[in-house]
């Protein structure tokens, strides 16, 4: 049986990742961990918590111990309009805290699970169908930390032999979770405004198309990538993974599908449009399917019945 840290936990996917590993590995063996004292009953209820800063590496080395960690998720990281605001702490925060894993991963020897995202391509990336190696030069601070982060764990995957892995998510859109930050936060906040008020003012062009994927997948990539056969491992710390791929336009049309009347108009924010410009519409993820057998769940269709259903009973 694994004994599992979640850095994180109270952010967007840890706070359903957390729930998802103890159902599997059982609710002692799985420690929760955020900056934060004051979290979800879940998480400090249901199984341990620690209070743990990313950057404290003597407090990570300490709790490592104590719960005879052998797998990390590491889900600590400020996103990208954010990081645009706060360039020196987006460095320090993404970089700096995988660093503190990376280096205790030399002397403890555990897996590690750091995911990176589509804001690790940049203007110069092909669009369409993005490889898996492709050139990637990305433009804003969070996509920079993306990048360096990818290329971290493959130098101590290869030099110490740790065991690192990661996916590249799309844009993750949950019903649990509020937004916290990102270029694709509208696709979450368009659900709530269709059943709260009937329309919904976005931030970007109504053509905007960018990846995309329900909280389950990305919980479910989360979990298969780390339970894969190493030896089919390839790639490891940057698997594009996909499931869906829209623009608001779309993504309106199909809510209006099923709330009548409801409508949708644009404000722009240049910076969240410039960095969705630098992204990719679509990944492939081929390499994913291949190496450890990747496959969504959900596609727009099915996850706007369920986003609505789930809403509906919790705003109305």
């Not at 994180?8 to 103890?22: D, N």
């Not at 030099?159 to 844009?171: A, C, E, F, M, S």
């Not at 993504?251 to 949708?264: K, L, R």
Request: charged residues 25%.
């Amino acid at each position: 049986m694994k004994n599992i840290l979640v850095m994180g936990a109270a952010g967007q996917i840890g706070s359903e990742l957390t729930p998802a590993l103890r159902k599997i590995y059982g609710n002692a063996n799985v420690v929760a961990s955020d900056i934060k004292e004051d979290v979800p009953a879940v998480l400090c209820e249901d199984g341990p918590y620690e209070v743990i800063d990313c950057l404290d590496a003597k407090k990570i080395a300490e709790v490592v111990k104590k719960y005879k960690i052998d797998t990390v998720y590491n889900l600590v990281a400020l996103l990208s309009a954010v990081g645009e605001q706060k360039p020196l702490l987006s460095w320090q925060i993404n970089i700096g805290g995988l660093m503190n894993l990376l280096e205790l991963g030399r002397e403890e020897q555990f897996a590690l699970f750091t995911p990176s995202s589509i804001g690790a391509f940049g203007p110069t990336t092909p669009k369409q169908g993005t490889p898996q190696n492709t050139i990637q030069r990305p433009t804003s601070m969070y996509g920079v930390t993306k990048v360096s982060g990818e290329l971290l764990c493959d130098y101590y995957h290869l030099k110490y032999g740790i065991d690192t892995r990661g996916v590249r998510y799309p844009g993750i859109i949950s019903n649990v979770t509020l937004p916290g930050g990102g270029t694709t936060d509208y696709a979450v906040e368009i659900y709530y405004d269709a059943i709260k008020k009937g329309s919904f003012t976005c931030n970007l062009k109504k053509d905007t198309r960018m990846d995309m994927m329900y909280m389950p997948d990305a919980v479910k990539a989360a979990i298969e990538v780390m339970e894969a056969d190493p030896a089919k491992l390839i790639h490891r710390n940057c698997f594009n993974v996909a499931a869906m791929s829209f623009d608001p336009e779309t993504i309106a049309n199909v809510i209006a599908e099923h709330v009548p009347g409801f409508t949708i108009d644009y404000d722009i924010d240049p910076v969240r449009q410039k960095i969705a410009d630098s992204w990719p519409d679509f990944m492939d993820d081929s390499a994913a399917r291949a190496e450890w057998g990747w496959n969504p769940d959900f596609d727009l269709e099915a996850m706007t019945t369920d986003m609505l259903e789930v809403l509906r009973k919790r705003l109305t």
